[in-house]
């Protein structure tokens, strides 16, 4: 079809005011967090179901790809159309539908921005769990496609857990309710197949979100250590002990660097590696719970132990996490992130090994980990001018890929697969694995129209 | 005529440590409203790379985001990770638009007008022709002053303050210190009231205040137009009046001023010698110098609380609460210090506001250019302050002042905090 032609039918379809089709815009949504750039050659900002509806059935009728987006935050190229097509950015569907506190249920539109609703909450005394980094900019639909996680997803579980039910819109235009506000839902669980699927099987309009009431009290810790074998082994020690803490979150020392330069958050440039643990539940036994912490730490040689007195030091330190990414920014202009998961005990040992690869790449590295989850987030640094390096960056990430793979763990806790790990899925899954997770595919999307290119590699048996 | 390089080597390097990680959209006054990647500090940077690559044309549309959606507050400087300073290149995109589109006749004037000081000004007639002129064809109907009630534009002081002051003031009782003041056009020409209890209130501290009668704008409104070379004349002029070691501190009135000569003369300086300006050694020292030396007032006046006479109550209680401008908050780092001296104040029932560090959406000719985006956020910080139940709202600059005033209830009183200060210091 010509784009001409097809832009002209977008703008009957959703309104002049929500079609963006010059030179300008279709750089500025060829974009996510990630490296990947690729332009799209229509965007689209649909203000309802019924106009996504009509933008996907046109798309479908006439063999475009379409990809959703919400903010653009995504870490894997997962919001990149790189097939072209058409973007249906859904930022200006930011509706909260329905509070339903008492049955800890909302009903939200994809736009929402995660940390929006979260303050809207707050005045009511409830929480929506999940806490990715960038929570004050992404937005619901985006959590729900990349399945976000987040420092709390150790104890509260990640963004699948915490979405009931969607509004779906299929290949051909109709819109389908999967789940809903009970827990357990009678018939397929598709919001099983659905949570994470990154776009790839239709594009959600509506989430029914679980929420809950906040916690009585909350402690967050920081703890220095000397050595990041010492703070691997207490997070080991913690969760050995039967205690799951709300976040076990851990940084190495380039990272800490960073972080202490861009938000002068009072962390201590010499450590090694800092913890941050955080409990949350009922005031009674909070203490006692502290102590026996603290005592793990100190049988961990832990260097100090700053507990937060008030919410402003509580504040501080998650600024600091919240904000690591980006600050590493300052160390170099660009960086690779990955996910990859092991089993907690064994995170030293894959630290160390971690380390040995940017040695041999010569690239510097900086972690930072959700430790409670034994998920990794190496930041490769660089700069991407940089031709040579850059293929040194991509070869680093894949071995680190293949090292988490090789410790018992996976590729991708959080970030979700895009295309920045397509090839890793080989890694982990068989030929007829990967073929019967295509077959999934072609029953949501028999064109392969819903972001093409993305999650699933092309594999000799499959293809 | 157009120079080969968009950006200075310093500025440029902005464009590649920006990961596109769109935590700054968070703190976007203008996303907030529009919702689309072009009103995004981050996008904006991408474009940025861009136009500096000679990947894109500076099309109309591009001069237009680079207007249209951005107030240079600042706030994105301020929360990027990365440090990386968007508003910079900003200025600088709209620098480069204005060497190919030309500028507004009347902003021309206008910046012309600042940067010679008014010389006008200082005649007898200078307000009149200024109410006339700026009163009437400019801003006559609603519709040219945009987001702006006509009516409830404060009136051009009869006198510029700068002609109802001494040039020295000196001060009551032991002398303690001795600050120039920079106060600004708007100071100069509107709140004269703000720039007369400044000086009342220094000079009962103790403090000699030197407020040298040639001063000009400080150029920060005209090269955020991208009217540079006129804004360079302000720069000059102003270093050669204020850059001085012999006194405690340069002290100004308004944030916007302030973080001008704070932070960016040396910064343009530097980059507009890379792009090939000649700008001498001399001139960089000497705008470090004033930027180690400028102070809001009430930080100042905050630094020497104890020279400040006793505070007397008159038995009335007064409800305030306070706007951080953005220039002050992200700026300059500053919101304790202005809280402080109002929290010294006997009588007063200080207040926090919600959003308080959020953008009063004014943004100088922003409102006037881009009126619908503008009354929006404006909108959510007046009805935050309606929600405190304030008599009085103070902020550290006139321009906020300016905007939120004119969109306030008039019975909620909109004031600087010197001002209430030295209705204290009256009793």
């Known amino acids: ?463 | 005529m157009e120079k080969q390089e968009l950006f200075g080597e310093n500025t440029r390097e902005n464009i590649y440590h920006c990961i596109k990680c769109g935590l700054c959209i968070a703190h976007c006054p203008v996303y907030k409203e529009v919702l689309l990647e072009e009103a995004t500090p981050r996008g904006k940077v991408q474009l940025s790379r861009y136009l500096s690559e000679g990947g894109l044309d500076l099309s109309e549309e591009v001069k237009e985001a680079f207007f249209s959606t951005c107030l240079l507050c600042g706030s994105c400087v301020a929360n990027c990770p990365s440090g990386v300073h968007g508003d910079h290149l900003f200025s600088g995109v709209r620098w480069r638009a204005v060497q190919r589109y030309g500028i507004d006749w009347k902003k021309k004037m206008m910046f012309q007008l600042l940067a010679s000081k008014w010389k006008m000004s200082t005649s007898a007639w200078f307000g009149k022709w200024a109410r006339k002129m700026f009163g009437g064809p400019w801003i006559e109907s609603k519709l040219n002053a945009g987001a702006l009630n006509v009516e409830r534009i404060p009136a051009f002081n009869e006198k510029p303050f700068s002609e109802t002051v001494p040039e020295v003031v000196k001060p009551e009782g032991e002398a303690r210190g001795r600050v120039l003041y920079f106060h600004g056009c708007a100071t100069n020409y509107l709140y004269g009231d703000i720039g007369r209890a400044v000086v009342d209130v220094l000079k009962k501290m103790g403090v000699e205040v030197i407020i040298p009668r040639d001063q000009s704008c400080c150029g920060l409104p005209i090269f955020m137009s991208g009217d540079r070379e006129t804004s360079l004349r302000c720069i000059r002029d102003t270093l050669k009046l204020f850059s001085r070691p012999d006194v405690d501190a340069v002290v100004v009135d308004c944030a916007t001023c302030g973080a001008a000569l704070k932070n960016e003369y040396a910064h343009l300086l530097r980059d507009l010698r890379q792009l090939g300006e000649e700008v001498k050694d001399e001139e960089i020292q000497a705008a470090d110098l004033l930027s180690a030396k400028v102070q809001d007032v009430t930080v100042f006046i905050d630094a020497h609380k104890e020279w400040l006479p006793r505070l007397e109550g008159n038995g009335k209680k007064v409800r305030v609460t306070y706007h951080d401008p953005c220039h002050l908050v992200m700026g300059q780092k500053i919101s304790a210090q202005p809280r402080n001296v109002l929290k010294a104040i006997p009588g007063v029932e200080y207040v926090e506001l919600l959003g308080a560090n959020d953008c009063c959406g004014g943004g100088g000719s922003f409102q006037v250019e881009h009126a619908e985006t503008s009354q929006k956020i404006t909108k959510r910080k007046v009805d935050n302050i309606r929600e405190t139940g304030a008599q009085v709202l103070t902020t550290c600059c006139p321009g906020c002042n300016l905007t939120i005033s004119n969109h306030l209830d008039p019975a909620i009183r909109v004031l600087h905090p010197v001002q209430l200060l030295q209705e204290a210091l009256k009793r």
Not at chain 1, 132 to 143: F, R
Not at chain 1, 174 to 198: R, T
């Open chain 1, 1 to 463: 079809m010509e784009k001409d032609t097809m832009i002209g039918e977008l703008v009957r379809l959703v309104g002049r005011e929500n079609v963006l089709s010059s030179d300008m815009h279709f750089k500025l949504y060829e974009y996510d967090a990630s490296l990947i750039r690729s332009k799209p050659d229509c965007i689209v900002l649909p203000t309802s179901t019924e106009q996504v509806s009509k933008v996907v059935k046109f798309a479908h009728d006439h063999k475009i790809p379409v990809i959703a987006r919400g903010a653009g935050t995504n870490l894997s190229g997962g919001s990149v159309t790189v097939r072209g097509g058409i973007a249906i950015v859904l930022t200006k569907m930011n509706r909260i539908l329905d509070m339903d506190i008492e049955n800890l249920r909302v009903v939200v539109e994809p736009g929402v921005v995660t940390l929006d609703l979260k303050n809207v909450l707050a005045r009511h005394g409830y929480l929506y769990q999940p806490d990715p980094a960038s929570e004050k900019v992404t937005t619901i639909g985006g959590n729900f496609a990349e399945n976000s996680g987040g420092p709390h997803c150790l104890k509260y579980g990640v963004t699948s857990n915490h979405v009931l039910g969607v509004e779906l819109v299929l290949y051909d235009g109709q819109v389908v309710q999967v789940g809903g506000k009970a827990l357990d839902n009678p018939g397929y669980d598709l919001m099983g197949v659905l949570g994470g699927s990154e776009g790839t099987l239709g594009i959600i309009t509506q989430a029914v979100l679980r929420i809950m009431p906040k916690a009585e009290a909350v402690k967050t810790m920081l703890c220095i250590y000397n050595s990041i074998e010492e703070g691997g082994n207490t997070v080991t020690a913690i969760i050995g002990e039967g205690i799951i803490p709300a976040t076990l979150e851990m940084m190495d020392n380039l990272t800490i660097k960073a972080v202490e330069e861009a938000y002068h958050v009072g962390f201590p440039t010499d450590a090694a590696a800092i913890l941050i643990i955080e409990l949350d539940g009922l005031k009674d036994g909070m203490e006692r719970l502290t102590e026996r912490i603290l005592d793990i730490c100190r049988q961990n040689n832990v260097r100090e132990i700053r507990v937060a007195k008030d919410q402003a030091e509580r504040d501080k330190i998650w600024a600091g996490r919240k904000g690591a990414f980006g600050a590493v920014g300052r160390l170099r202009p660009n960086y690779l992130v990955n996910d990859g998961t092991v089993p907690r005990t064994r995170l030293p040992e894959t630290l160390a090994k971690v380390v040995e690869i940017g040695k041999k790449y010569n690239l510097p590295i900086a972690n930072v980990f959700h430790a409670g989850d034994g998920n990794l987030h190496p930041l490769i640094l660089f700069d991407e001018r940089d031709k040579d390096e850059l293929a040194r960056v991509h070869a680093a990430a894949m071995e680190i890929m293949k090292l988490c793979v090789d410790m018992g763990g996976t590729i991708s806790g959080e970030h979700g697969i895009g295309v920045e790990k397509i090839e890793g899925m080989s890694l982990i899954f068989s030929d007829s694995d990967i073929a019967a997770m295509k077959k999934v595919k072609a029953a949501f999307d028999p064109l392969n129209l819903f972001n093409p290119g993305k999650v699933l590699p092309e594999t000799e048996k499959a293809a």
